[in-house]
């Protein structure tokens, strides 16, 4: 099993930066892509960001492109997201992910974490 525990939320005020972070503990060496997502109120979850193993290859929603950092130190277990110009709209619990090495869905979840971004 694959444990995945995020933390760094909080209340930051708009144009603010936030990194959360989410350690990874358990059967790590099983893991292979990493990726964060969000769940506004009121809204299904959605995709911010994600890592490939070697963190080589990274990807970012539209929404986020050119505002959040995806990064990873495999030898801390831990994947981070830097997030600056932080907006209103990207108030949300923030949740880590985890693929199984040679899969595609994300098959491991944290508990998230709390953005907060006051209009």
């Known amino acids: 099993q694959v444990q995945l525990v995020e933390s760094g939320g909080g209340l930051v005020q708009a144009g603010g930066s936030l990194r959360l972070s989410c350690a990874a503990s358990g059967r790590t060496f099983s893991t292979d892509r990493m990726g964060w997502f969000r769940q506004a109120p009121g809204k299904e979850r959605e995709f911010v960001a994600a890592?490939?193993?070697?963190?080589?290859?990274?990807n970012y929603a539209n929404s986020v492109k050119g505002r959040f950092t995806i990064s990873r130190d495999n030898a801390k277990n831990t994947v981070y997201l830097q997030m600056n110009s932080l907006k209103p709209e990207d108030t949300a619990v923030y949740y880590c992910?985890?693929?199984?090495?040679?899969?595609?869905?994300?098959?491991?979840w944290g508990q998230g974490t709390q953005v907060t971004v006051p209009s």
């Open positions: 890592i490939s193993r070697s963190g080589g290859s990274t």
């Open positions: 992910a985890a693929t199984a090495v040679g899969g595609i869905k994300y098959d491991y």
